[in-house]
Nanobody, 125 residues
Framework: QVQLVESGGGLVQAGGSLRLSCAASVRTFSISTYTMGWFRQAPGKEREFVAAISWSGGSAYYTDSVKGRFTISRDNAKNTVYLQMNSLKPEDTAVYYC????????????????WGQGTQVTVSS
C-alpha cells in the first residue's frame, strides 16, 4: 500500500523556519501525476488545508493564514514535495500531513486518497 512519508518537523522559535519534505514510501509510486497537498491538525482542532500544488508545479494554492510565509514546491524527478515555512508563529504548531490527489486542486481533505503519518511542528513563543 502506498504511503507518503513526511520529514523535517521539529521545535523552532517564533520567527524561525523549517522545511518539510514528503516522499512516497514505494519507489514504484510516482507523485508526478498527482496534486499534492499539505494539511495540518492542531490539538483539539479539525484538520485544515495549508497548501497544494498542481502536478506540474505550475500552480500553487495557500490558505490565507500562511500566504507570504509558506511556499510549496515539488521535484518530480526526486518524487518529493516540500513545504518551506518561514516566519513561523506559535499558531502554526500542529501535526503536518502530506497528501496526494489524482485530480485538480482541492482544499477538501476527503478528496485526497493517499496520506502520510504526519510530522510534528512546534513553534515556541
Amino acid at each position: 500500500q502506498v504511503q507518503l512519508v513526511e520529514s523535517g518537523g521539529g521545535l523552532v522559535q517564533a520567527g524561525g523556519s523549517l522545511r518539510l519534505s514528503c516522499a512516497a514510501s514505494v519507489r514504484t509510486f510516482s507523485i508526478s501525476t498527482y496534486t499534492m497537498g499539505w494539511f495540518r491538525q492542531a490539538p483539539g482542532k479539525e484538520r485544515e488545508f495549508v497548501a497544494a500544488i498542481s502536478w506540474s508545479g505550475g500552480s500553487a494554492y495557500y490558505t490565507d493564514s500562511v500566504k507570504g510565509r509558506f511556499t510549496i514546491s515539488r521535484d518530480n524527478a526526486k518524487n518529493t514535495v516540500y513545504l518551506q515555512m518561514n516566519s513561523l508563529k506559535p499558531e502554526d504548531t500542529a501535526v503536518y500531513y502530506c497528501a496526494a490527489r489524482f485530480g485538480p486542486y482541492s482544499d477538501y481533505d476527503r478528496e485526497y486518497a493517499y496520506w502520510g503519518q504526519g510530522t510534528q511542528v512546534t513553534v515556541s513563543s
